[in-house]
């Protein structure tokens, strides 16, 4: 089994990972705590709640040439996304931090000789300035949309800035350069500029200009040789090997792959196959019924901001013990939300009195199965009552997958961290948002998807990593659904384990097996207790997998789930039945013998713990 130091990418030596790892117990407390002796040995970490270093350079960059002294920048992919954190700003910060509040937007130069391919990617950045004391509403933002640009973006980006590619459009401050008073502003290369009346010299002509480097040896600018020269440039300095032309086609095999019509390898550069209209069990499915998001948590914001828009606005009901960002996302950023944290039948008849009594509620977003405790909802009843009282189902199907289940004819919106299984490299972000075409809301919701939705906002690179990383999805999720189970069975034997949450084995399996398709199995996903503490730590210590955030790996990766999404809330999740002790893991491709003697190890530990601690 691979083993990873405090604080290194997992993947090792990856640049984009998406985890990074916390071998210890007490390195994740220490994590949650902002110790130094973690934070500083921090090379990355999940893309959502550390800001990737990459980021960090190009907003640092960003600042020093467009903002003022002391500000702080916010990076996003367009203007809309960043003007939502502008907005979230100035609705949740005191009004002594909005002080110096501003967007600057950067696009591709007019005067810069360009490939179309480059064009056509929107290489943009949009930045919110602010405070230094504005940056945790800022953060908020960025944590629970997902709208924030991806560290792909940012190289990519800055590659483009340092060039003088970039440049600042529409209304912004001037640029500055520390020290330099009315620097001239910096254009790049000579080869990417082209003439314009404005880069005359002194009364000379953009032609006569250009007579002088004819004379000096080089090419007209704006000439054929120029433009190849430039294009050819811009390919082999910014393509990083990927053939961005087929961008368009690499989103269409990743949303039929969603949609269940396409496995396997495909020749991007031909023209795909007609989609079935009955795909996912459900009449009239098209593929522009798919809409891909820059991370799962972007989805789950977008079909929220999406019921909003074309909904009237009420509260909605967060039904079963949340990803935390769900809950967040309900409660920040609209009416309200009513939380119901057991997922259970009792919370169900309470939903149906309170619907009886006359409260209306815009939707009901769950998750299938559920974090970390893996119960799954009565979707068969929550569809019933969505029918009746007018509300709408929002479903995320991250951990179930839709190889697993088919949760879309009960649903007016399917949500999916792309992330997680259907990537398993750990090295690229996506998400997925799925429209149900027989909702009764399907008309509204494509309409406001249609004045809103920012495909753009879906970085290119990620894109296309995204579509190599997935084409052996389905066959990686069977082997994962069997080694998960082939660990449940370890684990159940052994008297320190206290439980084992897992769909096939938990109370709610008749709610997973009214969703599973006819060769689904029960997921990669799994978590357990120990009979203590004590226990719980000497387990996940010696346990020799990759440790820390996020789940779906091709790889077995296990955290203290619980210590890390809420360790400010512990006691407010052990009242819904969630251990802070508990441990989760998430199964992967590893050997199923292998994989079963690294548990029985770890076991073998607790049993070290001392009579007396128990």
Known sequence: ????????SIPSDTAHAVSVSLPTWKANVGYEEGQQWVVDKMVTGYPRFFIHKSIQALASDIVSRFGQPQQQA???????TAQRCYAFIQDKAPRE??????????ALSASASVPHVLQSISPSISAVFFVPDAFPIAKQYWQHSGDGISSRRAEFCHGLLKDGLLVSVGPSPAPRSPGVPNAKVFRGPRRYQRPASIDATNGGSSHAANQRDEKNGSPTQGSDTETIESSRF???????NLDLSKVNNAKSAIRRRIAGVLAGDVDLATKLPTMDSTARGVNNFREDDIYLTPCGMNAIFTAHQTLLKAREPLKS???GFPYVDTLKILQKFGPGAVFYGHASSADLDDLEAQLKGGARFLSLFCEFPGNPLLACPDLVRIRKLADEYDFAVVIDETIGTFVNVNVLPYADVVVS????????DCNVMGGGLVLNPGSRYYGALKHALDDTFEEKNYWAEDVMFMERNSRD??????RANANAEAICE????HPNVRNVYYPRFNDSRPNYEACRTPHGGYGGLLSCTLQNKEQAIAFYDALDTAKGPSLGTNFTLTSPYVLLAHYQELEWAASYGVDPSLVRVSVGLEDMELLKSVFARALKATEEVTTESK
């Open 74 to 80: 916010m990076l996003f992919p367009t203007r809309k």
């Open 1 to 8: 089994m691979p083993s990873f130091g405090l604080g290194e």
């Open 97 to 106: 931090l909005q002080t110096n509040l501003q967007i600057v937007n950067l």
């Open 234 to 240: 811009l390919e082999e300095r910014f393509g990083r």
């Open 317 to 319: 009901i967060n039904f």
């Open 473 to 478: 999805f389905k066959s990686r999720i069977d």
């Open 490 to 493: 370890v684990l159940m034997a």
């Open 417 to 424: 961290s792309l992330t997680k299984i259907f990537s398993g």
